[in-house]
């Protein structure tokens, strides 16, 4: 009786430490992706938000009599930043269109690894 219930255990607790040990694996990985992704959101967020800020700031300087305001002041009267805005509007989209496709190349590329680790932990688990 004590070696069929050393054979089952051993049988079960090495399928649950491999097992185990594979979602482990699993986790980890998808942990490390959505960590990636967020840094990329992140950094998305804040680029949109600087240019926001920036446009805001040339917007709102108003008549200065300093250097910088009749350099300002010279940029608005040949359209600068309209162009500058013009060009971004145009060119967003395919920034945006950019992004995702990256993303989803990242996001395919962690659906086929976690693919595989969840095979071998079925083919693991049927051992």
């Not at 255990?9 to 992704?37: C, D, E, N, P, R």
């Not at 040339?58 to 500058?84: E, R």
């Not at 989209?93 to 095979?119: C, D, G, H, Q, W």
């Amino acid at each position: 009786m004590g070696k069929v219930i050393a054979w089952i255990m051993t049988k079960i607790g090495s399928k649950a430490v491999l097992v185990g040990l594979q979602f482990a694996g699993a986790t980890a990985y998808i942990t490390a992706h959505v960590v990636v992704l967020g840094f990329i959101l992140y950094a998305v967020k804040f680029i949109y938000d600087q240019y926001n800020a920036f446009m805001a700031f040339v917007t709102n300087m108003g008549v200065n009599t300093d250097l910088l305001g009749m350099v300002v002041n010279f940029l608005h009267a040949i359209g600068f930043f309209n162009a500058f805005n013009d060009v971004f509007a145009i060119f967003s989209p395919f920034f945006t269109a950019y992004l995702v496709y990256k993303v989803s190349m990242i996001s395919f590329s962690v659906a086929r690894s976690l693919s595989n680790e969840f095979f071998k932990i079925g083919v693991l688990w049927q051992q």
